[in-house]
C-alpha cells in the first residue's frame, strides 16, 4: 500500500488534522506567517492550500471586516472542516475547492497570497508559483512558509527516523515529504523563476509546548498519512516507536514541561 506524500486526507484524517495538528503545530507557524505577511486592513488575501484554514482565519482578524479571504485547497474533507469552525471576528471567510496551479481568480486582483507548508507538496511548483504571481496585484506580495530541513525539528526528525527504522522508509515518506523543499537556494531559484521580485528569506524558529508526547505521538500520526503503516504494525512495534522517540527527546522536557524547537523558512515576494 502506497502511502501519501501529498497529505491528501480522508474527512476523519482531515478532522484530526484540525484537532491534533493545527492546535499543536501548524497554528502557531501559520499564524507566524501571517504576521510576517505584515497585512493591512482592508485587504484582500487568498490563503491557497489553506488545509483547514489557519491561516486564512488569524488573516481575517488581522485585515478587520472591510478585508476579504478566501481560502483554497484542492483538498474537499480539509475544506469542509474548515466551514465547519465557528467564524472568527473580522474580514469574511469564503472557501473554494481549486488547483493552486488553476486558481479561480482574475488577473492583478488580489493583496496578498499566503501559501502556509503547502508549496512542497506541489507536483508542478513552477505552475503553482506562476499563478499565484498571476492573481496578485502589482503592488502586492507572496508571502510563503517552507520546513527547513528536516534535522532543524528535532521532533519530526526524530518521528521520521524512528518509523522508517521499525516499520520502513515508505511509512515515514508520509511525514518526509512535508520536508521535500527545504533548501534555500532551489526555494530562491523556484520564486525567482517565476517571476517576483523582492525576494525576502527568514528563517523562523518556534518553541513548542507540545501536549505530553505519550499521548501526543500516536494522535500525531494518527492526523498524517503515516497513519495507515503505522495502525499495520504489531503493538508492540508501535509502543517501542513512541518510546524511543520520547527517550530520544527527553532533554527538551523539564519539570513535566515538553518545549521542543520548530524551524521554518519564510519568504516574501513582490510581483
Known amino acids: 500500500m502506497t502511502t501519501s506524500t501529498q497529505w491528501q486526507l480522508a474527512q476523519e484524517a482531515a478532522e484530526r488534522y484540525q484537532t491534533i495538528l493545527t492546535p499543536a503545530i501548524l497554528g502557531p507557524f501559520a499564524e507566524a506567517l501571517v504576521d510576517f505577511a505584515v497585512l493591512q486592513a482592508g485587504e484582500h488575501v487568498v490563503d491557497v492550500g489553506c488545509g483547514t484554514g489557519a491561516a486564512a482565519r488569524y488573516a481575517a482578524q488581522m485585515i478587520g471586516r472591510s478585508g476579504r479571504v478566501m481560502g483554497v485547497d484542492i483538498n474537499t474533507s480539509m475544506l469542509a472542516v474548515a466551514q465547519s469552525l465557528p467564524a472568527v471576528h473580522g474580514a469574511p471567510i469564503a472557501w473554494r475547492e481549486a488547483n493552486i496551479t488553476q486558481l479561480p481568480f482574475d488577473d492583478n486582483g488580489v493583496d496578498v497570497v499566503l501559501c502556509a507548508q503547502t508549496l512542497q507538496f506541489l507536483p508542478k511548483k513552477a505552475a503553482g508559483l506562476a499563478e499565484m504571481r498571476r492573481v496578485v496585484k502589482s503592488s502586492g506580495r507572496m508571502a ?33 515529504s512535508a520536508f521535500a523543499l527545504s533548501d534555500t537556494d532551489e526555494i530562491y531559484g523556484l520564486i525567482e523563476a517565476a517571476g517576483f521580485k523582492q525576494i525576502e528569506m527568514t528563517v523562523r524558529r518556534l518553541d513548542l509546548p507540545l501536549p505530553h508526547l505519550t499521548e501526543f505521538i500516536p494522535r ?13 504494525a504489531d503493538e508492540m512495534v508501535q509502543q517501542t516507536i513512541i518510546r524511543e522517540v520520547l527517550e530520544q527527546l ?15 523558512h519564510f519568504i516574501m515576494a513582490r510581483k
Open 250 to 264: 527527553r532533554q527538551y522536557t523539564m519539570n513535566g514541561y515538553t518545549s521542543i524547537p520548530f524551524k521554518s
Open 220 to 232: 500525531h500520526i494518527s492526523a498524517t498519512p503515516m497513519a495507515a503503516g503505522f495502525n499495520r
Open 144 to 176: 510563503v512558509s517552507l520546513w527547513c530541513a528536516m534535522g532543524e525539528s528535532p521532533y519530526f526528525y526524530t518521528l521520521v527516523e524512528t518509523i522508517a527504522r521499525h516499520i520502513g522508509p515508505e511509512t515515514a515518506a508520509g511525514l518526509q
